[in-house]
């Protein structure tokens, strides 16, 4: 599969911007309160620099070329985005943990078609 196969393109992405909230199945603890909903901010320069990319393109020997997805820079902004400590991301369980990370790469959709 080609690296564009895993990339969203305007025509998926659809007019509206991405969900920026998420309703979570179980709570976090996050300073000092019990959250039930994460509400996201468009990631900084700074976010991405913090923390890296969610996405980058390996070169394969074979000259193809995989797409890694880096669930511990998804973390990093799931909690910078979400204003919540790591130690909150760290305690959601999967299926929350999952849809904030469907929610930051939302946020990541544009990226350009590589061929």
Do not use: Y
Not at 34 to 57: K, R
Not at 60 to 79: N, P, R
């Amino acid at each position: 599969m080609a690296v564009s196969d895993f990339l969203n393109d305007e025509e998926d992405l659809g007019a509206d911007a991405p969900e920026t909230s998420v309703t979570l199945r179980k709570p976090v603890k996050a300073h000092g309160e019990t959250l039930t909903v994460i509400t996201f901010n468009e990631p900084t320069g700074g976010d991405i620099i913090a923390c890296g990319h969610p996405m980058n393109i390996k070169q394969e020997e074979d000259g193809g070329q995989t797409l890694v997805i880096s669930t511990k820079a998804i973390g990093g902004l799931i909690s910078r985005m979400g204003n919540i400590p790591l130690s909150s991301v760290r305690s959601m369980n999967a299926n929350d943990f999952q849809a904030c990370t469907n929610v930051v790469m939302g946020f990541f959709g544009d990226t350009p078609e590589v061929d």
